[in-house]
Nanobody
Framework: VQLQASGGGLVQAGGSLRLSCAAS??????????MGWFRQAPGKAREFVSA????????SYADSVKGRFTISRDNTKDTVYLQMNSLKPEDTAVYYC?????????????????WGRGTQVTVSS
């Protein structure tokens, strides 16, 4: 499966962005597998942001984004979304989407088999 993340950009603190991650080449895998978002800031390790199970019935979030970010998916469009509200400068990072090895919403990067290229999110203060 190929993943393409989009929707990043430059936004002021307090603003919103919606990231999208579209899958291609293996629609069956997308609809059967958990998906996740991770991010990596300069000089830092990649960290978990959010994940969603195959049917959207289970979601998980990092404590740092709870109440501000919402993950969702549309299996008819092979796309997973990350709605980011009340953005903070510390949310600045490259955001990556991943396709998990099974149906659940995993929070460990090792759980994810495929990764998209990432999309830059920059939040100015």
């Amino acid at each position: 499966v190929q993943l393409q993340a989009s929707g990043g950009g430059l936004v002021q603190a307090g603003g919103s962005l919606r990231l999208s991650c579209a899958a291609s080449r293996s629609r069956r895998m997308f609809s059967n597998n958990g998906m996740g978002w991770f991010r990596q800031a300069p000089g830092k390790a990649r960290e978990f942001v959010s994940a969603i199970s195959w049917n959207g019935g289970s979601t998980s979030y990092a404590d740092s984004v709870k109440g501000r970010f919402t993950i969702s998916r549309d299996n008819t469009k092979d796309t997973v979304y990350l709605q980011m509200n009340s953005l903070k400068p510390e949310d600045t990072a490259v955001y990556y989407c991943g396709a998990g090895r099974s149906a659940s919403a995993g929070s460990e990067s090792s759980y994810y088999t495929y990764w998209g290229r990432g999309t830059q999110v920059t939040v100015s203060s």
